[in-house]
């Protein structure tokens, strides 16, 4: 699958979870956590709109208006919503998302300039595509929920391409997700039936994951992963991995007791 060569109005997501390394001493996602997923976002968003290569210019109007709690799923949508010749807006948006009620609330906003690199532009006529806002956007037509990831060097191997640990990491998050939100219940992995990966995925690239839920039991569930590449520049999309696992709602998490 390739990119138009226009861009859309199309909006990007990144899910993420907030672990304990992500918190301040508050127990709440530190600030600058915050920023770099949206950073991330801003640029992923920049980059399906012009397949072209940026660096962040400068983040204006960020503000966060709640504190987004530890064990909270956050999702942060970017969308394009200015162009010029050689530079960008994506506004970002950081929603934070009660695991067992399913209760959101916005917590914070930005607004990021991108700005294009001149060999980028070359062969492009120089300048970025137009918005579009009026053009359909080229997603999927199903509502299955879609994850954007970057692969950074520290993710991969010594071969340079995503490290499989690292894959399978991202593909039990999904899962995770997509279990809790389906049954809204304490979730936890039993078991992986199968993964496979058919392809390497490239340091810079694009990793988008999409779970769905494809079974119910009466306390599991089957949660299909695919894991997808895409390539900056170009917008070509591969199958890169697939992978099921059996997820589990639990009571409460019990946690073994140590003997004085």
């Known amino acids: 699958m390739t990119g138009g060569s226009e861009g859309t109005a199309a909006s990007t997501r990144l899910v993420d979870i907030v672990f304990p390394e992500h918190t301040n001493h508050h127990g709440t996602l530190f600030g600058g956590i915050g920023l770099a997923h949206m950073d991330k976002v ?10 072209v290569e940026f660096v962040t210019a400068s983040c204006e109007q960020v503000d966060f208006t709640a504190p987004t709690h530890l064990g909270e799923i956050v999702e942060l949508v970017g969308s394009v919503t200015r162009v010029g010749r050689r530079s960008l807006g994506v506004e970002v948006e950081l929603i934070a998302e009660a695991p067992l009620s399913g209760e959101r609330r916005r917590c914070g906003r930005g ?8 060999e980028g532009l070359e062969g492009r006529g120089g300048a970025l595509p137009p918005l579009r806002p009026g ?18 060097p520290e993710q991969t191997s010594h071969y340079g391409s995503l490290y499989g640990g690292n894959a399978l990491a991202a593909m039990g998050k999904a899962a995770f997700i997509a ?14 039936r199968r993964v496979d990966f058919t392809s ?13 839920v494809t079974g119910v039991g009466r306390t599991s569930l089957t949660v299909e992963v695919e894991l997808w590449a895409e390539d900056l520049l170009s917008g070509d999309r591969r ?22």
């Not at 801003?42 to 397949?51: L, N, T």
């Not at 997603?139 to 692969?151: I, N």
């Open 42 to 51: 801003a640029f992923i968003a920049a980059s399906r709109h012009a397949h």
């Open 111 to 118: 607004l990021f300039t991108l700005v294009a690199l001149g």
């Open 135 to 152: 053009a359909a956007a080229a997603v999927p037509a199903d509502d299955a929920l879609r994850m954007v990831e970057m692969v950074f």
């Open 179 to 192: 279990a809790t939100r389906h049954c809204r219940k304490i979730i936890v992995m039993a078991s992986s």
């Open 200 to 212: 390497q995925i490239h340091k810079g690239e694009i990793v988008e994951l999409i779970p769905r």
């Open 239 to 260: 199958l890169c991995g697939m992978g099921h696992f059996i997820m589990v709602a639990v009571d409460a998490l019990h946690r073994p007791t140590v003997a004085a």
